[in-house]
């Protein structure tokens, strides 16, 4: 679940440990789903091979570049990446260049992803950013997976992320309790719920003597809290729910039960 406008994708691979070569051409495929995603919002924001993370420009949705793998590996890498908006598609390429004629290298024995004896040396990933389209109602999914394909042969499927969309604030309510309390320790309690991300903790509101009502306990995420009443005062309480992607219960405190302790009284909202 989430609430944002962006979603943050990367796509990673490695090449088997059990392979006979090194893969000189990697190619990326990602068909988007133009249904809920803004293609033409979609931001590449870096790629990386081995330990090696390349920062791409600001706002390209199409990139070309390439690194240097010297000394480690003999090779040039050209990452190349563009977007087809007509069939929604990102491809991305890694393709292994002879560093000095910079043309794909002819050595069967070169590439830029050997195998991955020692996880997780020589990986490669790319990181990419997309808008979702406006209007979406509560409870759309956006699902996306993407193709690897090494060198020439048959494309590997990347598990399937599901992200759904949250824009539901969660509810709470205060826990009544006995209206006559002897002790001067209160123990208020809360409940609440949210049928989507799950609630991840509550902020308690107090007023004392009718004034205005501040933070009390913040980020609370067990169900009570216990304090000292001062005689001759008045308290009163109100909860505020946060769920797991940040939608906040928006509510106004309305009094619907009293506590008296001694000479004093303890609203609950």
Same mark, same amino acid.
């Given at each position: 679940y989430f609430n944002n406008q962006i979603l943050d994708y990367e796509i990673?691979?490695?090449? *088997?440990?059990?392979?006979?070569?090194?893969? @000189?051409? *990697?190619? %990326?495929?990602?068909? %988007? $789903? =133009?249904?809920? /995603? $803004?293609?033409?919002?979609?931001? /590449? +924001?870096y790629f990386i091979i081995d330990d090696s993370t390349y920062s791409i420009p600001p706002n390209r949705s199409e990139y070309t570049t390439d690194v240097d793998l010297r000394p480690k590996i003999n090779l040039k890498v050209r990452f190349n990446a563009m977007i087809d908006t007509l069939n929604s598609i990102l491809k991305v390429q890694f393709l292994s260049l002879d560093p000095e004629? /910079?043309?794909?290298?002819?050595?069967?024995?070169?590439?830029?992803?050997p195998p991955n004896v020692n996880a997780p040396v020589w &990986?490669?990933? *790319? !990181?990419?950013?997309?808008?979702?389209?406006? $209007? %979406? @109602?509560? !409870?759309? =999914?956006?699902?996306?997976?993407?193709? #690897?394909?090494f060198d020439f042969n048959e494309p590997i499927i990347t598990n399937e992320t599901l992200n759904t969309l949250d824009l539901e604030e969660p509810i709470s309510q205060m826990e009544e309790i006995n209206p006559f309390q002897k002790d001067s320790l209160i123990t208020i309690s809360w409940f609440g719920s949210d049928f989507d991300a799950g609630i991840f903790s509550y902020d308690l509101y107090r007023s004392v003597n009718d004034g205005e009502f501040e933070l009390f306990r913040q980020r609370q995420f067990d169900n009570e809290v216990t304090f000292t009443a001062h005689p001759d005062s008045l308290y009163a309480f109100y909860s505020v729910a946060v769920d797991s992607v940040g939608n906040?219960? +928006?509510k106004e405190a309305v009094s619907v039960i009293s506590v &008296?302790?001694? &000479?004093? #009284?303890? $609203?609950? %909202?």
């Open positions: 990673a691979f490695e090449n *088997v440990d059990t392979a006979s070569a090194a893969a @000189q051409l *990697v190619t %990326l495929i990602d068909t %988007l $789903d =133009q249904n809920t /995603l $803004d293609l033409s919002s979609l931001h /590449l +924001n004629s /910079l043309e794909l290298t002819e050595d069967v024995f070169a590439g830029f992803i &990986e490669g990933r *790319v !990181g990419f950013s997309i808008r979702l389209k406006k $209007d %979406l @109602q509560h !409870g759309t =999914q956006i699902r996306n997976k993407a193709s #690897i394909i906040v219960e +928006n &008296e302790v001694g &000479e004093s #009284i303890i $609203d609950i %909202l």
